[in-house]
C-alpha cells in the first residue's frame, strides 16, 4: 500500500520545540535489552536528538535506587539529568502500570497505563504504596489486580500533580480500547475518574489521524512514545514540546493539548495494524475479516483483531477527518532502517551501523537529518541513495505491507528499484 501525504513543521517553528520520549524501559522489564538504563538512554538520546526521556520502570526497587544514585536535578523544575553528563538530555520519572481486572461482567480487563512522577519523593510514595499491593520486584511493569480506576485514585492520593495516561491505547491484548481486553470508553473503563485522564498515547500501531475519527477522543491530548525496549528503538516516536523545558509546562501541554507536533512510526508499521493469524501466515484488511467472519480461512481459528479494525468500529467520522485546532503528525522512518534499504542489507549489520555513526557526526543527531535539516544541506554529506531516501519519506512515498498478529509491518521505500553500483559503494566511500 501507498502510505498517505506526510505532513512537515514550518522553517520558523526550528528552535522553539523540544523533542520528548516519554515512555521507554528499563532492563528490568522482560524481554528488554540489558543495555536499558541510565547511561544508555542519556548517550543514545543524545545521538536521537531528545531533549527529554522518560526513565521508565521507576517502580522497581533496584532500579529506583540505580535512578536515585545516577540521577540529579536538573536546572528546569520537576526534571532530572545524569550525573556524569549534566549537559545531556533531560529525564521525566516514568513507570508502566499493568492493571488486570473484572469490570461490567467481564473478565480479564488488561489496561497498561503511563505514569509520569515530577519528583523522587513523590516516587518513593508511590512505590511504598503500590508494594503494598503487589510485588514491585517481579517486573519492571508491575501487574495489580485492581481496577485502572483505582490506580487513579491511589495516585492522586499522592499527588494531583502525577500524570496518568492509558498507554497503547488501542494495542489488542493490553490497552483501554483492546480488541480482546478493552473497554469502549474512556469512561466505561475509569468511571467517575475519567475526568482526571488528560491524554492518551497512540501507540506504534495507530497515529492520531486514525484517533481524529472517533469524535469522543477529541477531548485528550494525543501523545506519542518510543516504549523502547532497547536502545536503538528509542525515539521512533516522540512528541515536540513547546519551549520552556520544565515538569509543570510538561504537564500543563499534556492537559491542554498544546504540542507542536508528534513524530509518529507509519501506524501500517506496527505490529497490530492489520487483522490476521500469523500462525497460518494470513493477513486481513478489516473488511476481509468481516467477509470471513473473523475466522482465519486456513485453520478456522479466531483471528487477531488489529488495531485499524478497532479503530473502524468505534468512528463516527470518515476517514481523512481532522478536528481544529490539533497538532501536526509527521510521520518518519528511522534513519537506520533508511540506510539499511538504501545500502540492501540488514538493519543490524555492521554496514549500516558504521553508517550510521557517520552521519550522526557529520549531521548532528538523527532527527537533525531527518526533520531539521533541509535536503540541500544535507546533500554535502548524506549519501546520494540515503538522501532520496529520506527524501521519500518526508514526502510520504512509501510502500508498506501492514503489521499484524504480532508481526511488524514492512516499510519499502525504493520499492522494486535496483540501486546503481554508483549510488551504493563507490560513492559512500568518497564521501566518508
Known sequence: MVAKTNEWPPEEWFGKFYLADLHVHSRFSRATSR??????????GKEKGLSLIGTGDFTHPEYFRELCELLEPAPEEGLYVFREDPDGPRFVLSAEISNIFSANGKTNRRIHILILAPSLEVVREIN?????????????????GFSAKNLVKLLREISPDILIIPAHAWTPWYSVFGAFSGFDS????????????????TGLSSDPEMNWRVSALDRFTLISNSDAHSPSKLGREANAFWFPMSYPALAEAIKTG???????????????HFDGHRACGVLFSPKETRAHGGKCPVCGQSLTVGVMHRVEALADRPEGFRPEGKPLSVHLVPLEEIIAEALEVGPQSKRVKKTYRQLIELGGSEFAILLEKDLSELSEFVPERILEGI??????RLYIRPGYDGVYGVVSIFGKEEPSETETGPKQQSLF
Open 35 to 44: 543495555e536499558m538504563g541510565i547511561p544508555a538512554l542519556a548517550r543514545v
Open 186 to 201: 474512556v469512561e466505561e473503563c475509569f468511571e467517575e475518574e475519567a475526568e482526571h485522564i488528560y491524554a492518551l498515547e
Open 258 to 272: 498544546d504540542l507542536a507536533f508528534t513524530v509518529e512510526f507509519y501506524p501500517e508499521e506496527g505490529k497490530y
Open 391 to 396: 527524501r521519500r519519506v518526508r514526502e510520504g
Open 128 to 144: 511504598l504504596a503500590l508494594s503494598r499491593l503487589g510485588n514491585l520486584s517481579a517486573d519492571g511493569r508491575p501487574t495489580f
